[in-house]
């Protein structure tokens, strides 16, 4: 929607039969009495985030690879088939990567004139598995679950959903332009001049400052045996902020 109403703003600015921003390359191409001005407005609020994410990751290592990956195949199928059960979370597999390992079986100093310790390999296998819901509830039941499977939370954050973002603009972007066109006409007054025409507009959707990620470290096989609790998670702010610039002709 931001986009289409910056697009009528465009069309009905380009195709204007009186003005147009690119006729005034200089101060003597602008007609005599007329002022031609920049101006920039801003506007910022700050919008409670929406969206839950966690990424969760199933790890493993196996001397042998086959037995290595059919482990994570297995285990993942369960986890996706659990996280498909929940209908208000949205589910999605990432990145899985296997990858050998040379290790010492024996780390210990080594004497004068002893050989080098033969190394051992071994293969060491990630899969991971995102989730994403407006339901909040929802997705932490399900990353609780998950963890009792054998999955490690890597990372769990709020931010804003797509949707939420879009409208907050659209609502910047109205506040903006009126913002910028009581400055135009500011302007004139303070010139002595009877009206202001906004001829060219530029508008900066600058984005939001992404929250600070929650890391989880891996667990002990004393924690993973035992009962855990859900996760915890509390929405945070984002900064949005827009910026819209603007050629003024003041008559």
Request: proline letters at 5%; glycine letters at 4%.
């Amino acid at each position: 929607m931001r986009f289409f109403l910056v697009a009528i703003l465009f069309c009905a600015l380009s195709f204007s039969p009186r003005v147009n921003a690119q006729d005034y390359k200089t101060i003597l191409d602008i007609p005599a009495g007329q002022a031609l001005v920049n101006l920039s407005a801003t506007e910022r609020v700050e919008v409670e985030q929406d969206l839950l994410v966690a990424t969760l990751r199933f790890e493993t290592e196996d001397k042998d690879p086959r037995m290595l990956q059919d482990r994570i195949n297995a285990l993942m199928t369960k986890a996706l088939a659990k996280a498909k059960s929940y209908k208000e979370v949205k589910s999605s597999t990432q990145q899985y990567y296997v990858y050998p390992y040379d290790f010492d079986p024996n780390p210990r100093p080594y004497n004068s004139g002893e050989p080098q310790h033969k190394l051992e390999r071994t293969w060491r296998g990630q899969q991971a598995l995102q989730l994403e819901s407006l339901k909040a509830d929802d997705l932490l039941k399900l990353a609780g679950e998950l963890q009792e499977m054998g999955l490690v939370m890597n990372d769990l954050n709020y931010t804003l959903s797509p949707a939420l973002l879009e409208q907050t603009q659209d609502s910047l972007l109205e506040a903006t332009l009126k913002k910028l066109m009581t400055k135009a006409d500011r302007a004139a007054r303070a010139l002595g001049k009877s009206s202001a025409e906004l001829l060219e507009i530029n508008v900066d959707m600058g984005g939001f400052q992404q929250p600070q990620m929650m890391r989880a470290m891996s667990m002990g096989a004393e924690m993973a045996s035992s009962k855990m609790d859900a996760p915890v998670a509390a929405p945070g702010q984002s900064d949005i902020t827009l910026t819209v610039s603007a050629r003024a002709m003041l008559k």
